[in-house]
């Protein structure tokens, strides 16, 4: 008919053309083509095989209706459980910001607040809870840290440009020491968090994670700069302002476990472990023996754990969680983090050798469900023949002394 109109030439169909004239529509899937009678030039259908056509086709609507129902209470279930959740927030924002940080001394401790803490605290005010949580007993400021941070750029320059040794406080710390420590926190800011591309070279984070473990091998030359420490500052700089994530990662590495840890006193990580191993049997006396009979110590699994409180081992939004309960009752959560994953994959792990404990444990999985995660933590006792975790970490202390003085060797291991 266009071409009558426009006066242009008939052409002859082609005879896949001809084919599709012929039909009354054509199909708009595949689907539809059961319900579709035969070409003309082709045998039509028998009478039982279109029936049947007929009513796959119809089981087939069925199921995809019934597919899209689901899909859709499942998209519903989400949407309000998603509402649910951000209402939830919301209201603890107030909560924490009207009622709880105006009065912190009085309420910190209080019954409500550790119930609301233990829920997880708002992103908005997770940074203030931490600040006030971790403390400040090393008396930082703000000025400290701008003066550290002038003196690791100076020390940077110098090694840069090949200078001659810079004099300071930390004599005795040779350049090349220095100089090798620059480059491992260079490294390791490339390895911190990867996937988020925010503290590699580049980034908007990578400048300030940088400064903050420079100021912080100036500030405490003793301890220098040891892997892992990027993970735990990177997790305060996405909370804090600069100079206060400074403040709260000195405080933080002052505090007993992780100086055990990072000044690598193998006595006081024996300590630590020891404390652990008795937290352990007692909650898990099967996986225990396991571990015990593949001679699996807790060295293998956690060293990284307590070197990066977690950050590196689980997803960021879990170790922020378990950021959150750890700033509320110290290093005990830290051990008892430990024991709820245990106890979280404990049928898993009774059937593994030490090979693939080892690399179970040194990668947990990704998917890891967050409520799960924190009623396995939930259902770890961290009372022992009546002792709590600080009397057990004193009581195993005293006997390594009494061991040390006795001559014993067994610290040596």
Not at 6 to 33: C, I, M, W, Y
Not at 155 to 161: A, D, E, F, M, Q
Request: one cysteine or more; a neutral charge; proline letters at 5%.
């Amino acid at each position: 008919e266009y071409e009558e109109k426009t006066g242009r030439a008939h052409r002859p169909l082609s005879p896949k053309q001809n084919v599709r004239k012929n039909l009354d529509f054509e199909p708009l899937s595949t689907t539809a083509l059961i319900l579709e009678d035969r070409p003309a030039n082709l045998p039509a259908k028998p009478a039982e095989e279109a029936q049947k056509h007929r009513q796959q086709y119809e089981e087939m609507v069925v199921q995809a209706k019934k597919r899209e129902l689901k899909e859709a209470q499942k998209r519903k279930k989400q949407l309000e459980e998603r509402c649910k959740l951000e209402d939830s927030i919301g209201n603890a924002v107030l909560t924490w910001n009207n009622e709880i940080l105006p009065n912190w001394e009085t309420m910190c401790c209080s019954r409500k607040v550790r119930e609301l803490w233990w829920q997880g605290i708002p992103p908005s005010v997770r940074g203030k809870v931490w600040s006030l949580a971790i403390g400040n007993e090393l008396n930082i400021t703000h000025e400290l840290y701008d003066i550290c941070l002038a003196r690791a750029k100076e020390k940077w320059r110098s090694l840069s440009t090949g200078g001659a040794e810079v004099e300071c406080e930390d004599a005795g710390f040779s350049a090349a020491d220095r100089e090798a420590s620059l480059e491992l926190i260079k490294l390791d800011i490339s390895r911190t968090f990867p996937s988020l591309c925010i503290f590699q070279q580049g980034g908007p984070y990578h400048d300030t994670l940088h400064s903050i473990l420079g100021a912080y091998t100036c500030y405490r030359p003793d301890v220098g700069y040891v892997q892992g420490m990027s993970f735990i500052a990177a997790v305060l700089i996405l909370n804090l302002d600069t100079a206060d994530a400074f403040i709260a990662f000195s405080n933080l590495l002052n505090k007993p476990c992780q100086m055990a840890f990072f000044r690598v006193d193998h006595g006081l990580m024996l300590t630590y472990f020891a404390a652990f191993e008795v937290f352990f049997e007692e909650n898990l006396p099967k996986l225990f023996a396991h571990f015990k009979k593949n001679n699996l110590t807790p060295d293998i699994y956690l060293i990284d754990w307590i070197f990066t409180l977690y950050s590196k081992s689980l997803p960021l939004d879990l170790a922020c969680r378990v950021w959150d309960v750890f700033c509320r009752d110290g290093e005990e959560f830290l051990f008892r983090t430990a024991l709820g994953i245990l106890k979280l994959f404990e049928d898993i792990l009774t059937k593994m050798d030490f090979i693939h404990i080892a690399q179970f444990l040194t990668k947990l999985p990704e998917d890891l469900p967050s409520e799960e995660f924190f009623t396995s933590i939930a259902a770890i006792q961290m009372q022992s023949r009546n002792k709590k975790w600080a009397q057990v970490v004193l009581a195993a202390l005293q006997k390594d002394n009494r061991e040390m003085e006795k001559g014993s060797p067994s610290l040596k291991r």
